[in-house]
């Protein structure tokens, strides 16, 4: 009689209460994917800007430095590198957002043409870094705050702001475009630089009475001009 190999048995081996488990390929999907994390120059950042809320810098230098590091969820600050790594850090959080808390269709979603929303894009920034900076908590309230509120008040804004443009592979252009041309015209510029200048005048005359208002200083409409220029 031959005796059976090995490999046989154990294929065919049941122990009460214990089944063979099922080969990798058929185990099912993770219930939760965790969190998104950001790059290491994000992480470098933001654990920097942690750790001064903690102990903030006592020298002039050092507050200076603070001050001029880029806030990830302040997306206008960043540049290079940082800015690099926000982009695909917040393109995995809007996918794990609408994969792990979204369920019904009819609740708005994050279009996948989020990029070429810049309101999307700040606010999606605020969620992510809030989200990743709940990490570093001992309890879950920081996490539950950010369930509650943050989270859900995103949504809100998103389905109010977005309505029901921008359906799967159909961006909608910015029906608010015309508006905002209009308003940074160089006329409609000038128009308020005129109105700002007359209630400075206004002001003045008011503070040092009729015969002492003072002269505009040298170089204000070329200060106005840079800052418009910069925008």
């Given at each position: 009689?031959?005796?059976?190999?090995?490999?046989?048995?154990?294929?065919?081996?049941?122990?009460?209460?214990?089944?063979?488990?099922?080969?990798p390929a058929?185990?099912?999907?993770?219930?939760?994917?965790?969190?998104?994390?950001p790059?290491?120059t994000?992480r470098?950042?933001?654990?920097?800007?942690?750790?001064?809320?903690?102990?903030?810098?006592?020298?002039?230098?050092?507050?200076?430095?603070?001050?001029?590091?880029?806030?990830?969820?302040?997306?206008?600050?960043?540049?290079?590198?940082?800015?690099?790594?926000?982009w695909?850090?917040?393109?995995?959080?809007?996918?794990?957002?609408?994969?792990q808390h979204?369920?019904?269709?009819?609740r708005?979603?994050?279009?996948e043409?989020?990029?070429?929303?810049?309101?999307?894009?700040?606010?999606?920034?605020?969620?992510?870094?809030?989200?990743?900076?709940?990490?570093?908590a001992?309890?879950?309230?920081?996490?539950e705050d950010?369930?509650?509120?943050?989270l859900?008040?995103?949504?809100?804004?998103?389905?109010?702001?977005?309505g029901?443009?921008?359906q799967?592979?159909?961006?909608?252009?910015?029906?608010?475009?015309e508006?905002?041309?209009?308003?940074?015209?160089?006329?409609?510029?000038?128009?308020?630089?005129?109105?700002?200048?007359?209630?400075?005048?206004?002001?003045?005359?008011?503070?040092?009475?009729?015969?002492?208002?003072?002269?505009?200083?040298?170089?204000?409409?070329?200060?106005?001009?840079?800052?418009?220029?910069?925008?």
């Open positions: 009689m031959t005796s059976p190999h090995p490999s046989q048995l154990a294929s065919s081996r049941i122990t009460i209460g214990h089944q063979t488990p099922p080969p058929m185990l099912p999907e993770l219930m939760v994917k965790p969190f998104p994390e790059g290491p994000i470098t950042a933001m654990e920097h800007l942690q750790q001064a809320t903690v102990e903030p810098p006592a020298d002039e230098e050092a507050l200076r430095e603070l001050a001029e590091m880029p806030r990830p969820w302040d997306p206008g600050t960043c540049t290079g590198r940082t800015r690099t790594e926000l695909s850090w917040l393109d995995l959080v809007a996918m794990w957002v609408n994969e979204l369920w019904n269709v009819t708005t979603g994050i279009p043409c989020w990029p070429q929303h810049p309101h999307l894009v700040n606010d999606l920034a605020v969620v992510a870094c809030g989200r990743y900076y709940t990490s570093f001992v309890t879950p309230a920081a996490l950010w369930h509650r509120y943050t859900p008040g995103f949504l809100e804004r998103l389905r109010d702001r977005l029901e443009g921008c799967p592979s159909k961006h909608q252009p910015r029906p608010r475009h508006r905002d041309e209009a308003q940074a015209s160089t006329t409609a510029r000038r128009a308020r630089r005129d109105r700002f200048r007359a209630d400075l005048e206004k002001a003045g005359a008011r503070t040092t009475g009729p015969s002492k208002t003072p002269a505009r200083p040298a170089g204000d409409d070329h200060d106005s001009d840079d800052l418009h220029e910069r925008w």
